[in-house]
């Protein structure tokens, strides 16, 4: 596992934490499938440019509701890595 990876997990592991949810529950409202959110969650793979601006829309509305609440750096990290890696493919 990389760093981006154990990064993307930590993101992944404190919204399933703060919201309460279920892989699955979050896989639904941002239109991925169980599979990818997991590589996710495990440190495995990162979203791609699509899927994260999905995750950080999907955060940021649990943000406005008062649901989650996640450092800047935490988001900004998110945004950063998924464009380091659509260079690198």
Do not use: Y
């Not at 495995?44 to 450092?71: D, G, V, W, Y």
């Amino acid at each position: 596992m990389n760093t981006e990876g154990r990064s993307f997990s930590a993101l992944m592991e404190e919204v399933w934490r703060q919201l309460a949810v279920r892989q699955e529950d979050v896989d639904r409202q941002i239109g991925v499938n169980d599979a990818t959110v997991n590589c996710w969650g495990n440190g495995h793979s990162t979203p791609s440019k699509l899927a994260n601006t999905q995750l950080k829309t999907f955060c940021e509305k649990m943000i406005r509701r008062s649901t989650l609440t996640l450092s800047a750096g935490m988001m900004d990290f998110a945004t950063l890595e998924a464009h380091r890696n659509q260079e690198q493919s």
